[in-house]
């Protein structure tokens, strides 16, 4: 979709240093490790709730809508799980399938492109989407096409508006021409009713939303 373009000229520029955030790959300096402790409290939160989340349940298919450089999808991997990745930017695939070919593992899939466009051809237990609604214009249409394509549970993170993070992160990708975009918990709620999902637990999580959809027969 067009207004992805922007996104995606973003994280292609952006892939190294993205993926060096989780502690592999390119080194991080002095500056970069004491804004991660300081500002990324809520990235390294909703890894650690989603792998233990799926981890500790019957999922053994996972869509990773923006799976970027690959983190959770090897991590899933690792746990017995078949990943399908998808993402805009082709630089973040090439380091996914090198570290999980690196891991040993055949059982992910990548594919480039929007995942709006993407023919998902099997229903997957689970759907990962962290870090993506940020720049969704149309997010109430990618509810839709999720619950094509899953059978079980939604996992998402949803940015909150407000205080200086939130500003000056806003300019900072309005200046790259990457669309960004906040939730309220109220319009958080107001998109899941729209997309019709009733069920589903909105966890708190520093400068975000943590979002767990179960779905049931309705919603599929």
């Given amino acids: 979709m067009k207004d992805e373009e922007g996104v995606k000229d973003f994280f292609s520029s952006y892939a190294e240093d ?19 402790k300081l500002f990324r409290q809520s990235m390294y939160e909703r890894y650690k709730r989603t792998i233990d989340f799926l981890t500790d349940s019957d999922v053994k ?22 990943v399908t990745g998808v993402d805009l930017a082709q630089e973040m695939l090439n380091i996914a399938r090198t570290n999980t070919q690196k891991a040993g593992f055949e059982s992910n899939t990548y594919i480039v492109g929007s995942y ?52 000056q992160r806003k300019i900072r990708y309005n200046m790259r021409k990457c669309q960004l975009f906040y939730y309220s918990k109220e319009s958080l709620e107001n998109l899941l009713n729209a997309s019709d999902i009733s069920n589903y637990e909105i966890q708190d999580n520093h400068r975000e939303y943590f979002l767990i959809a179960k779905l049931d027969q309705k919603n599929i």
């Fill in 18 to 36: 993205f993926d060096s955030i989780y502690g592999d790959g390119k080194p991080r300096n002095l500056f970069n490790r004491i804004t991660d």
């Fill in 61 to 82: 298919t996972v869509i990773d809508v923006g799976c970027g450089s690959g983190r959770y999808s090897l991590d899933l991997a690792k746990n017995g799980m078949a």
């Fill in 116 to 167: 709006f466009d993407v023919e998902i051809h099997k229903k997957h237990d689970a759907a990962i989407l962290m870090g993506l609604f940020d720049y969704i214009s149309n997010p109430e249409e990618l509810f839709f096409k999720l619950k094509r394509d899953t059978s079980k549970y939604i996992l998402a993170s949803f940015p909150k508006p407000g205080g200086f993070l939130g500003w």
